[in-house]
């Protein structure tokens, strides 16, 4: 199985800042690596996919980066509803995979 | 728009089996594959599986194959998660979930509200 590693596990940050989120994954990926952003008592939404489209409707301050086994999530000017834990998954062999999760709050 | 729509909470005793169901709507149901994924409270996530929606085939994560079944029922567009043997570490929130229409593989979008399952004696 493919492990996804995930760091920082959490992080404080003020409204405004540039916020960035690794992702590393025990073996290459290539480009088969997706974000996801999850809010308490919610279930996860579609970020990024394919390690830096943006999923339509995700506002542009989200970019993705990387390929092979290092990959970022950048947050570049981080907003009130942007508080919630975000989550990496490899799709390059199954059993896909998830990063075992970043949370993000306020400072 | 696209929707998956889950069935309710269940509280279920050790050694019981449990159903969950996911109704999709919005989209041609043939079209994409559906993944089931789990939470337990607190935690990261799990995929436990994947089902065909065309043909009803089925792949599951390995430590889950003996226990999991993964079924469709194309006349009400409503696909159904059963796990059997239920464990204590079995609690957890457990979601539905869209994948693309060119893979097996691939994210995820959107995703069902999720269905908190409880294992309790």
């Known amino acids: 199985d493919i492990q996804m590693t995930q760091s920082p596990s959490s992080l404080s940050a003020s409204v405004g800042e540039r916020v960035i989120i690794s992702c590393r994954a025990s073996?290459?990926?290539?480009?088969?690596l997706h974000w996801y952003q999850q809010k308490p008592g919610q279930a996860p939404q579609l970020l990024i996919y394919?390690?830096?489209t943006l999923q339509g409707g995700v506002p542009s301050r989200f970019s993705g980066s990387g390929s092979g086994t290092d990959f970022t999530l950048t947050i570049s000017s981080l907003q009130p509803e942007d508080f919630a834990a975000y989550y990496c998954?490899?799709?390059?062999?199954?059993?896909?995979?998830f990063g075992g999760g970043t949370k993000v709050e306020i400072k | 728009q696209v929707q998956l729509v889950q069935s309710g909470s269940e509280v279920k005793k050790p050694g019981a089996s449990v159903q969950v169901s996911c109704k999709a709507s919005?989209?041609?149901?043939?079209?994409?594959?559906i993944h089931w994924v789990r939470q337990v409270p607190g935690q990261g996530l799990e995929w436990l599986g994947r089902?065909?929606?065309?043909?009803?085939?089925?792949k599951s994560a390995q430590r889950f194959q003996d226990r999991l079944t993964m079924t469709r029922d194309s006349s009400t567009s409503t696909f159904h998660l059963e796990l059997k043997n239920l464990r204590f570490n079995d609690t957890a929130v457990y979601y539905c979930?869209?994948?693309?229409?060119?893979?097996?593989?691939?994210?995820?979008?959107?995703w069902g509200q999720g269905t908190l399952v409880t294992v309790s004696s």
């Open positions: 979930a869209r994948g693309p229409t060119t893979t097996s593989r691939g994210w995820f979008d959107p």
């Open positions: 919005g989209y041609r149901f043939t079209d994409n594959y």
């Open positions: 089902i065909t929606p065309h043909t009803g085939g089925t």
């Open positions: 073996q290459s990926v290539d480009t088969n």
């Open positions: 394919g390690s830096s």
């Open positions: 998954q490899q799709s390059y062999s199954s059993p896909l995979t």
